[in-house]
């Protein structure tokens, strides 16, 4: 079985081999009927080419009056040199007004011959018009061939050229001589390195066969080493890709159970996180029920029945439930942007115009905090962005900004504009914050001042709202610590054609 194999691999050599050769003296053959046909032919139709070349210039010539002009006598005299034309012009009188080439004896009997009708005792008529006639001729006695073209110019300049014809029939023979001696070497030497090269195809088939039999016997570690893209290169590829199939169904499941093993520590991970932040939420919510509940409680005994009293413990659970209701929202919004649940809508506004309009409404804020807001005049500046969500951003800088100014209560609103983007920055006096602290900023439930946050009703979650907005919409926030204060900033990307 094996040796009919190789056999048949060997007989794929020979076929290939045979079947270039015979293209190779088959092309030869073509080109040797070619040869015979067609080469005569073509080698007169670029004789009577040159003659028309010729014929064309001197026409010129003739209208410009320029036949004694040395420009175009050079340029006849290189038509001569280069293609072999011997030519002659004559006046009415039959007086040589210009010739060039080697054959003026011979052309002025010519030119003779044709005015006195003499024909040539072999001549044959190749193209003949009003202007002009082409010839082919042959010399009496010498039995060189020729063509001839003689015509008038005008109303009675006439001329003459003429072009010897090599012996085409004979340069044929040999030139088909010398490609069939060639052809023949040609064809060898071709069969040799044919052979050569078909052991670079049947090679491959052979490195198949072995891997073949290896995969018989469940050696899944031979592998195709060629390279390219022929079909036994594609077809190698494929038995490399089924001999890695079992290896790879293994390593598929080693890497199930590792990723499962991955997946079961990030459950942990989900579950400790769910559990702080319920711990957290449960924190933050304890004190406001606590106090909805004593004080609700203190209203059914009616501990105090005066109407201030009353008042009072109605006002702080109001307060306390609002407190709460403020916290939840926050949360929803928050869950809403950290899973994509909520869509940006981009679009072109004025954030000039934006925080001049939440100024105005926040005045009544400001006066009850005794707080001073200051902020330059800017001119309209159009910026891309989601304008709730960035108005969401800036209510949440100048809250908090309320809420921790102190010293001389300043709030400095700030836009700074480049090429590029537009930086809105809320400054505002009082104490820095402590470095440890400025990175935890941005988490939520966190609390700088966990007893200040709570005098103001703060849940620690207003800076994470505000950095996975910023986040959702790719642009850059920060804060920056000043010896007199704080200063939070986010950037925007700005419309071209706005400016300051």
Not at 86 to 96: A, H, K, Q, R, W
Not at 284 to 308: H, R, S, V, W
Not at 447 to 457: L, M, Q, S
Request: charged letters at 25%; glycine letters at 6%; one cysteine or more.
């Amino acid at each position: 079985m094996k040796k009919h194999r190789y056999a048949v691999m060997h007989s794929i050599k020979i076929r290939i081999a045979i079947s270039f050769m015979l293209v190779v003296f088959s092309t030869i053959f073509l080109c040797w009927i070619l040869n015979n046909a067609f080469l005569q032919s073509y080698y007169e139709a670029n004789r009577q080419d040159d003659l028309m070349d010729g014929y064309n210039q001197i026409c010129k010539a003739m209208e410009a009056q320029l036949l004694s002009d040395e420009e175009f006598q050079s340029e006849m005299m290189d038509l001569s040199h280069r293609s072999n034309i011997s030519g002659i012009v004559l006046d009415s009188n039959s007086e040589t007004m210009f010739h060039f080439g080697s054959d003026q004896m011979a052309l002025n009997q010519r030119v003779r011959d044709y005015i006195f009708g003499i024909q040539m005792p072999f001549a044959e008529t190749v193209v003949e018009t009003e202007q002009y006639t082409i010839l082919k001729t042959q010399e009496r006695g010498m039995g060189s061939e020729y063509l001839e073209m003689h015509g008038v110019i005008g109303t009675s300049t006439i001329f003459m050229m003429r072009t010897p014809l090599a012996n085409v029939q004979e340069s044929v023979e040999l030139a088909n001589r010398f490609l069939l001696y060639v052809g023949i070497g040609a064809a060898i030497l071709s069969g040799i390195i044919i052979w050569m090269i078909t052991g670079t195809f049947t090679g491959p088939i052979l490195e198949l066969v072995e891997i073949s039999r290896r995969m018989k016997a469940l050696d899944f570690e031979a592998k195709y080493t060629g390279k390219g893209q022929t079909e036994v290169s594609l077809l190698g590829d494929n038995i490399n890709a089924l001999s890695e199939t079992l290896q790879r169904t293994i390593s598929e499941l080693k890497t199930a159970n590792n990723e499962l093993q991955q997946d079961i520590e990030k459950k942990n991970e989900v579950d400790e996180m769910c559990k702080e932040f319920l711990s957290n939420v449960s924190h933050e919510l304890k004190t406001p029920i606590a106090l909805i509940q004593g004080y609700a409680e203190g209203l059914k005994e009616g501990i105090n029945d005066d109407p201030e009293s009353r008042q009072f413990y109605c006002d702080v659970i109001i307060d306390e439930a609002s407190k709460m209701n403020t916290m939840v929202k926050k949360l929803l919004t928050l869950n809403q942007l950290e899973f994509g649940n909520d869509n940006v809508a981009m679009e072109r506004f004025d954030i000039v115009d934006l925080i001049c309009n939440y100024l105005q409404a926040a005045q009544i804020l400001t006066k009850q905090n005794d707080v001073s807001v200051r902020m330059e005049h800017y001119e309209p500046i159009y910026v891309w962005a989601d304008e709730y969500k960035v108005e969401e951003v800036f209510t949440n800088y100048f809250t908090n900004a309320i809420n921790h100014v102190s010293g001389d209560k300043i709030i400095d609103v700030k836009l700074t504009k480049t090429a590029s983007v537009v930086r809105v920055s809320v400054f505002n006096t009082g104490d820095p914050i402590p470095e440890d602290s400025i990175p935890h900023l941005w988490e939520k439930f966190y609390k700088v001042d966990k007893a200040r946050t709570r005098e103001y009703g703060g849940s620690g979650v207003g800076l994470s709202i505000v950095k996975a907005i910023m986040e959702s919409m790719n642009q850059k926030y920060g804060v920056i610590n000043y010896d007199n204060g704080v200063e939070f900033w986010f950037e925007l990307d700005v419309d071209s054609g706005s400016a300051l």
